[in-house]
Structure formats: C-alpha cells, structure tokens
C-alpha cells in the first residue's frame, strides 16, 4: 500500500535491499559493530553451541539479479519480497539516558544528547509512514531542518520504509542507514527501537556528526522519532570510539 501510495518500484526497493546488506556487510569487515554486540552462546538445532557476535543473516555476496528474482510477497503483482522485508530475529538492546549533570557527577561523557522526540500514527494500512510522521515532528519540535540532519538512521521493517522518508523530507540517500539495517541486520520486535538509536549515536561519533534522527516505524501504524546532538561537553572533547 505504502509502496503505491508513494509511487515506489519494485527495483528501487530491490536497490535498496543490495545497498542494505552491502552496507552491513562493509561495516562488519570494518568492525563497525563491535561497541554495539555483546557476543554470547548460542546453541543451534544440532545441538552445538557457538559465540554469536554477528548477524547471521547479513549476505555480503547478493546481487541484483538475486533480488530480482525473488517472487513477490503479499500479492501476485506486488513490489515487496523477501529481501525488502526485514527479517523478524532474537535480540536485546538497552540504552542508559541521564541528566548531563548526573553524567558528570559520575565521570561519564554521554555519545549525545536527546534533543527532541514525537509520536506519530496513521491508517494501519500504510504503518511504515508513521516514521515519516513522527519524524517531521521530531524535526520542527527541535527547531532543526532536514537539511540540518547529519545522518538519519531508521528500521528498515521495509525498504520502502527509509524510501519514503527520503523521498518527503527530500534527505540525501547516502546519510540514511550508511551501515545497513534490518533487511538484513534483522528486526528484533522490542529491542529495535533503541537499536536504531544506538547504531545512529555511535556512527555520529566515529565521524564527528552533530545531529542525527533515528526513527522506526510499529505496529497498528504508531511511530517514534528522536533528534540527536553532539555537544562540547564538561572535559572539552565530544564523546569518542576507538
């Protein structure tokens, strides 16, 4: 529906889903996600048990052509398939937000202060554009621009979730999910949220970014946005990742 509505085609949805799991994959090699994953054992239906460190279903070696041959999900004539639809996955995400006062009390230095957030719904039926939504919310709540915006990280629980928000807010594509999401990443009902936000404030800081947007899209056609700052903080330098 959204898709339709937004005059989306198959292959850019298609182009996405390569750029996603590309990304991903770049991002792995470049050890991106290590500040982000807490390995653990797993144990698989064989019986073995393995450190999990890593998104298992990140494909490196897709192409075009693959993704052009999925058939279409939902209807016979439809644009979604299995590659630009994320994948529902196991997972965990937690995030510690404080005042800056009680961050110094403790020593700490915060990745960025929340600078705004809004809540947004829609008709059920077009869900995925509640993040557009709530992020043009996010946005005027703050005082900021789109053209203010660094980068922009949002669940991809579709790629024609993050085309859309391109496509409104006329964002350029090249500062949205620089490091891919959950097309292949996965989508972890319930944790995703603040993955979105973490995975945003980490890449804000490895490349010296002072604002950013996470948003992500739910169920029944609710969404959440949050607009992201790096300060000067107390010690004089921003927050930073080796």
């Known amino acids: ?38 390995p653990m054992e797993g144990k698989y239906a064989d019986g073995t048990v393995k450190t999990v460190d890593y998104d298992e279903d990140v494909r490196p070696d897709t192409t075009i052509e693959k993704l052009r041959s999925l ?80 980068l922009w990280e949002t669940n991809e629980a579709f790629a024609v979730v993050p085309l859309v928000l391109i496509k409104e807010l006329g964002i350029d594509p090249e500062k949205m999910n620089v490091n891919g999401d959950a097309l292949c990443i996965g989508h972890a009902i319930g944790a995703s949220g603040i993955r979105v936000v973490g995975t945003l404030a980490h890449e804000m800081n490895r490349r010296g970014s002072r ?15 949050t607009v992201v700052e790096r300060e000067e903080y107390w010690d004089g330098h921003r927050a930073w990742l080796s």
């Not at 090699?29 to 982000?36: L, M, V």
């Not at 999900?73 to 965990?92: F, M, N, P, W």
């Not at 020593?107 to 939504?133: H, Q």
Request: aromatic share 6%.
């Open 1 to 38: 529906n959204l898709a339709e509505m937004f005059n989306i085609s198959r292959e850019q949805q298609d182009q996405w889903a390569l750029r996603s799991n590309l990304g991903a994959a770049a991002a792995y090699r470049d050890g991106k996600f290590k500040h982000e994953i807490i």
């Open 71 to 150: 058939p279409s999900l939902y209807k016979e004539d439809g644009t979604v398939t299995a590659a630009s639809s994320s994948k529902q996955s196991d997972g965990a995400g937690a995030g510690v937000f404080m005042p800056k006062e009680k961050a110094r009390e403790l020593g700490l230095v915060p990745m960025v202060t929340v600078r705004s957030m809004a809540w947004a719904a829609c008709d059920p039926k077009i869900m995925g554009y509640s993040a557009t939504l709530a992020s043009k919310q996010a946005l005027e709540r703050s005082g900021l621009s789109a053209g203010d915006i660094a």
């Open 211 to 225: 604002h950013g947007l996470a948003s992500i899209c739910g169920g029944f056609g609710q969404g959440t946005a």
